[in-house]
């Protein structure tokens, strides 16, 4: 038989002391453990070294090229791509390490649902669940692409499917949220100008509305009580603001 393929954990960072030693610990079950910093201010890199994370720092060049950075440095071909701010259930560990154990049979990656914590509770409908996402994946037959800040995984194979979710504390209260969000709009705005994209009035309503339906009506998000209300009303929110934002700096840069 041939040897058991090992496994690479890769996780980017930036001041995540509260945050790097629970996804560290649930990512244990892997060969290594690779973190790539962009220059913390807090303990993020001490606590990671001293959880055996192999640790390297590196000025920030935007999510897509900081993940293909850190897939391209681990050591292992099958990498399992995993921010800080999350970490596997002991099922979807499970499932991993069975795969490892039959040698990731007959797939190039396989995905897995995602389920994010929102202000004391697991959302668990809507546009945020099951949200798959494809982090485990063969490098020589898969790339980071997409655009700033949403990041995927391009794969050149066929996918598999699992079953265990990965969890997700992506905001550490309702203000980092909305921080978040300024944030990330003016990255896709800056991308769409870049690209050549035009906003008008009119898809501020129309992006913003077929947002909110969708997450709270079709997704069932009104099953997840006020929250659920909540995410969808700022993922319209989002949707306005970044096409807002687009079409300000096109009437600006005439």
């Not at 969000?181 to 509305?209: C, F, V, W």
């Amino acid at each position: 038989m041939s040897e058991r393929p090992k496994l690479s954990a890769c996780i980017i960072t930036f001041n995540e002391e509260d945050r790097i030693e629970a996804c560290l610990d649930a990512l244990s079950f892997c060969d290594e453990l690779l973190v790539v910093d962009s220059h913390s201010t807090d303990r993020t890199r001490e606590l990671a070294a001293a959880k055996g994370a192999r640790v390297i720092e590196r000025d920030w060049p935007g999510h897509v090229k900081q993940k293909e950075f850190t897939i391209r440095e681990a050591r292992h071909d099958w990498v399992l791509c995993i921010d800080a701010d999350e970490r596997p259930t002991p099922e979807l560990a499970r499932e991993i390490q069975a795969l490892r154990e039959q040698g990731f049979p007959g797939r190039a990656g396989w995905d897995f649902p995602r389920k994010t914590w929102y202000l004391g509770a697991f959302i668990e409908h809507g546009l945020w669940y099951p949200d798959r996402q494809l982090r485990l994946f063969d490098r020589r037959r898969g790339k980071w692409g997409g655009n700033d800040p949403h990041d995927t995984v391009l794969l050149d194979g066929p996918r598999g499917q699992l079953a265990g979710d990965l969890l997700h504390y992506s905001y550490r209260d309702f203000s980092d949220h909305l921080r978040t969000i300024e944030k990330y709009t003016t990255i896709m705005a800056d991308g769409l100008h870049a690209r050549g994209k035009r906003a008008n009035p009119l898809q501020l309503l129309t992006h913003s509305s077929a947002r909110f339906v969708r997450s709270y009506f079709l997704k069932l998000g009104f099953l997840d009580g006020w929250r659920g209300l909540l995410v969808a009303w700022l993922a319209a929110y989002y949707a306005g603001l970044k096409y807002a934002k687009l079409l300000v700096k096109q009437r600006g840069s005439r």
